[in-house]
């Protein structure tokens, strides 16, 4: 098992990353579910890093529990910035979110007990693949759960027409502030995670690229359904690996299949609707072609 050795230790922050990025895609789905374009999930996933990697490092609380406070910090911030931000829609919420992300980057940036700008360096190697596993799974259940409930069926009536929904009775203001919490949550522990396995963790990791980055993610899957976002995350995560032998145009073939993703198939590449009409066409040709022989 020389090669699995080998193999794991120069691939597993790749494998690693492929269900905290799916996790991160899931977080702003829940936000663009409910109709909301909020950019503030690498804002929560950086809280949600340095309160988890904090506690580990300057308390002996087993990791769990470090988790459990790096969801639950961000969920708190997003309860109560979320009030009064959430009265914007559209691109001014878009700006008011990436503002409040660049108020938390300055503010880590300025601290001592975050390390200011050489950021938290030393920071335990508690993340497991089975941890990653577990949590995305049970991510994935919860919402498709709550999918499938009352407050998934106002989410869709709030993100379809807003005013239709509240002249329906549903509380419009209290499942923007659910989304928005919920969302929040899911960024941050995936913020915990990460940080307990790449060692080190800064403000630069979660500044205005990381949010445009998750954003892409869910659009470039899909968010008609939970396997657009998860695939989105994981597609995205492999992708700048698989172009390693472009050197330096890596990046330029990255944008380019992104433009054309996004050009092409405008609902992202898992289109239920689109492979539904796909699986169709080709089991109708199939018999006619085995009739013309």
Partial sequence: MDWWDGFWSTYN??????????MLALSIYVTLSCGLLSLANAA????????????SMQTGLPFPVALAVGGALPALVALII????????????????LGFGEVVRVVVLNMDITGGPLGLNGIPLKTEWWHIVLLLALTLYILARMRRSKIGRAFEAIK???VAARLMGVNVAGYKLLAFVIGAAIAGVAGGLNAHYTFTIGPGNYAFENAVEILTMAVFGGTGSLVGPTLGGMILTLLPEALRDF???????NGLILVLVILYLPKGIWDPRRIRHWVKTFSQRKPQAGGSN
């Fill in 82 to 97: 979320g009030i009064p931000t959430l009265r914007l829609s559209g691109v001014y919420l878009a700006m008011a979110t």
């Fill in 247 to 253: 050197n330096s145009y890596r990046a330029v073939v």
């Fill in 44 to 55: 929560f996933m950086g809280i949600g890093a340095y309160a988890a990697s904090l506690i």
């Fill in 13 to 22: 922050t790749v494998i690693f990353s492929l269900g905290v990025n799916a």
């Fill in 160 to 162: 379809e027409d807003e």
